[in-house]
Every structure is written in C-alpha cells, then in structure tokens.
C-alpha cells in the first residue's frame, strides 16, 4: 500500500512541468507547453491529465493552510496561534485577498478547471483507448470541475454574484460574474451528476488509484453544493436528501470509534469520502500547520490554529470527540515515542488542535517529512465524511419538517452520547461543530453564515492562562484572546476579496466582492 502513495505525486509533477499555465485571472492560456491536440494520444497521456487534475493536494495555498484560513480561522473555534500579520487580518475581517498565504486559491481553481476542460475536449476521440479508461478519466475531470466551483462558490459567491463559468466550449476568457451563486452552484451541481455516472465506486479502485474521483465523492459533494445552495432556493432541501441516499445506498457504516478515524491506518477506511492523500513527499501541510508551535523542540510546528476555550467547553458531557479532537494541560498523548502530559509555554489558549497528531506518536518519526518548511505526514486531511452525510441529511430532512433523529444518532451514539427524539436545527448545529472541529474547508465559519449566526462569529474569544506554562497541573484563570469583532457584517463579509491581481488582470470583467 505503502507505494501506491507515492504514484500521484511523481505523475503530477511530470504533467505540471508539461502543462504550466499562466497568471491570467483565469489561468487558462498555457505557455511554453504542448497543444492539447498533440498531447491527448495515448493512454498513459491520458493518465497523466487525470493525474495532473490534483494539483491543489501539494500546495500551501490551497489544501496546505490557504483555505483552512479561510474556514477556520474567522469561527470562533479558533484563534491566531502566533503573530502573523495577514492571518490576523483575515480574523478581523480586514484581510485584501492579496496575502500570500491565499492570494493563489481563485488562479489554482482555474488551473484545475482548464485542465478538466481538456480532459473532457480531448479525450472522448482519441483512439485505442478502452472506455473504461475514458470514463475514468471523464469522470474525474466532471468531478474536480464541480468541486472547484463548489470551493469557489462558497468562499467567494453569494446572492449578489457567482463563479464565472468556464466550460470546455468557452473561448473568450474575459468573462463576467453570474449574478448569483446560484448559477455556480447550478454549475457544480451538473459536474458532479455526471461524474457520478461515469465513476466506479471507491471498492471498485485499484490501489493505485486511491485518491482519485469515485462515485459516492461525487454524490456527497453534490449534496453539499445543494446543502449551501438551499439558503438560496429551497428546492434544494430534498436534492440534499436524494444526493445523500445515493451515498448510503452502498456506503452506510461509520468507523467505530470516532478517535481512530484520524489514524494512517484508517486513511481509508470506511468514514472515507475525500480527502488531501499526503505523504512524507507531499500533501497537506495541515498537521504541521495546527501542531505546537516549534513542537516542543523536536519538530517544527508552526502553532498557527488556536483552539479557543470556547469550543473546548462546547463539547457535552461524555461526548468521546473532544478528547480526541483537543488537548488540554494535564491530558496525556504520545508524541514520538514518549508519553507526554500536555502543557505548552507558546499556546496562546491553553489547548492544542489534537485531530492530526498520530503521525507524530512514532518514536523514528517514519511518518514524518524533515523539520523544514513542508511539514507532511502520512495522515490524509479528510475534506468529505460519512458523517458529514448523515448530518446533511438530518439537517435536510428537519428543515422540510421530517424526522432527523434516525441520521443525527447514528453520529451521537459513535460519540458515546444518548439518542435524542425530535431532532431540531439546534441539535445539527451541536453535532456539526462537536464532530468536525479543525476539519474542512467549508465548514465552521461557512456554516455559521449560512445559518446567520452573527453573535458566534462577532462574539469575544477566550482561554486559559496557566499560572506556570510547565507545569500541566498549575491552576489557570480566564482570559479574553481575542477581542469581539464587532465589524463583522454577515452581507460583506461571509465572502472573500478576489485576489486582486485577478480583478487587475480581468479587464475589469471581474467584480470585486464589496467588504
């Protein structure tokens, strides 16, 4: 298993040296590069374009730490773990979109885009390559399209404007917002039917093909394109509901123990949907990202993601997830080998971000890249779960006015808390945060918008100050870690400033959102 790993990385990196693209407010025009025509032959050239579409799995500014920023970040589950000006400013919501830790998600989007576009120009007429092949790689590129809508959508569109869409049968590139999201979303929705008709289910992959597009991928993504299209229409209540049925209908059994769900073991196990598959080569930098700042001297955390004490009290009693998901002075875990009491003279919260933490457990550090600046591990980020799709589901079903009680418990029993009856809004609310804390990137604060819960995102943050930083059993008072944010305007600033180096390079096609 362990080799297969390995096989979409070297394939990406063959392709992008192929196909670089560049830094047009589209990222579509290629330079220096073969024509599609004469590149889209063979097999193995196909291949290698189903390959090239995961470009975004190796990039800080996207999967790495761009879009959990975005995600994570602005809730009131976390804080800025150390000083670093354009985190901070996208906290207060003051943020350009310029910064360099984001300013590349809209462009890497239109790469994607471009090259699924390709995919479904070209390959339907090459000859001496299998159908099966073809759909394979149709598939994926339908799929990738309508998650890059879908990503863009939520971070950038709202009711006042969409994505703008690029089909494989545009040719002019300087292109206006649609007027609503709706119309991305639309977009998306489409992609992600039809990828859905061409995949095979993810049992029907070879391991080598791991990480790539597959049937319930599809249905759950078209389910959360529905989920946050339905603030907007709600016609879209009961597509959330078909979209999940198509998943469960072959996929329906959640990982026991909620903890094991982020091991290496489990990276595909059977709460997998989609994920960032990473490695000690490349991936999502996420872990690194979120862990201890400097790691106790032993790696090199960057401490970036703050769990606030907020979330931390957030957890009911006995609820099994917010010891696997925090860590709090005094709670033990194992950190390379040796087991450690939890204490930390950098945090700025008195508590750690713990989701990630098993590939450091290892005492050779074998899961681990090197103590640079590219902190992967062999834990793939889950980006799509099974629970996500009962709780989807719940949610769709009480909104209509039906009962959600059967899909909520099935995610509150894995937590080791009672059935509710009667589920309501609120309960999906709870088991939402509880179960997806530090994970997604269109989650907590996404969810808090489209829920128009303005006090949770505007409300003052807090902590615990530890009388001695090195000691776990030092008493500790309550502070404030980050002010109210009384700025923040549920119309303005739900979506993120454009890049402006698009805007600069649209011609003026491109609208700025208005913050």
Not at 149 to 157: E, P
Not at 218 to 231: G, R, S
Not at 399 to 411: A, E, I, R, S, Y
Not at 448 to 469: M, N, T
Request: hydrophobic share 35%.
């Amino acid at each position: 298993m362990k080799k297969h790993k390995y096989i979409n990385f070297l394939s990406l990196i063959t392709l992008v040296l192929l196909t670089a693209c560049e830094n047009d407010f589209l990222d579509v025009e290629p330079k220096g590069a073969p024509t599609a025509a004469s590149f889209f032959k063979t097999e193995v050239d196909v291949t290698r374009a189903t390959n090239a579409l995961y470009l975004m799995n190796d990039f800080q500014g996207t999967y790495g730490r761009g879009m959990f920023l975005y995600s994570l970040i602005p809730s009131d589950d976390f804080v800025v773990g150390k000083s670093k000006t354009q985190i901070e400013e996208i906290k207060n919501f003051v943020t350009s979109g310029s910064g360099s830790y984001t300013r590349d998600i809209w462009p890497k989007h239109f790469q994607v885009i471009k090259r699924a576009n390709d995919i479904i120009n070209n390959v339907p007429d090459i000859e001496g390559v299998s159908d099966e092949v073809k759909n394979f790689a149709l598939g994926n590129a339908y799929f990738m399209r309508g998650l890059a809508y879908h990503q863009l959508g939520v971070i950038y569109g709202d009711d006042r404007a969409g994505i703008p869409i690029v089909d494989e049968f545009t040719t002019d590139f300087y292109i206006s917002r649609p007027e609503s999201v709706t119309v991305s979303n639309e977009y998306a929705a489409e992609n992600f039917t039809k990828a859905a008709e061409l995949l095979p289910l993810f049992s029907e992959l070879s391991p080598s093909d791991y990480g790539k597009a597959h049937k319930n991928a599809a249905y759950a993504y078209l389910a959360k394109t529905h989920l946050f299209n339905a603030e907007f229409d709600s016609a879209s209540w009961q597509k959330v509901i078909d979209a999940c049925n198509a998943v469960t209908a072959t996929q329906d059994v959640l990982e026991p123990n909620f903890e094991d769900v982020f091991k290496i073991v489990n990276n595909w196990g059977s709460d997998y949907i989609w994920s960032v598959p990473s490695n000690t080569t490349g991936g999502s930098i996420l872990p690194g990202a979120s862990l201890e700042n400097k790691g106790w001297a032993k790696y090199n955390g960057w401490g970036y993601f703050a769990p606030t004490l907020d979330l931390y009290e957030s957890y009911q009693v006995d609820d099994k997830r917010r010891d696997a998901t925090l860590l709090a002075f005094g709670d033990d875990f194992e950190y390379f080998g040796e087991t450690r009491r939890y204490w930390s003279t950098r945090s700025l919260t008195g508590v750690q971000l713990k989701k990630y933490m098993e590939p450091y457990s290892y005492v050779d550090g074998v899961h681990l890249n090197g103590n640079g600046d590219h902190p992967t591990t062999d834990l793939n980020v889950p980006l799509m779960r099974l629970s996500d799709v009962y709780l989807m589901r719940a949610e769709a079903k009480i909104m209509l006015g039906q009962d959600g009680d059967g899909d909520l418990n099935k995610v509150r029993l894995r937590a080791g808390l009672p059935a509710v009856t009667g589920a309501t809004l609120e309960h999906v609310k709870y088991e939402r945060r509880a179960e997806f804390a530090g994970e997604g990137v269109t989650s907590r604060f996404y969810d808090l918008c489209r829920w128009g819960d303005v006090s949770d995102i505007r409300k003052a943050l807090s902590g615990r100050q530890h009388d001695d930083k090195e000691d776990p059993d030092s008493g500790f008072s309550i502070i404030e870690v980050w002010s109210e944010r009384s700025n923040f305007d549920l119309v303005k600033h739900r979506v993120w400033p454009i890049p402006p180096s698009v805007i600069d390079n649209s011609r003026d096609f491109i609208k700025q959102n208005v913050r």
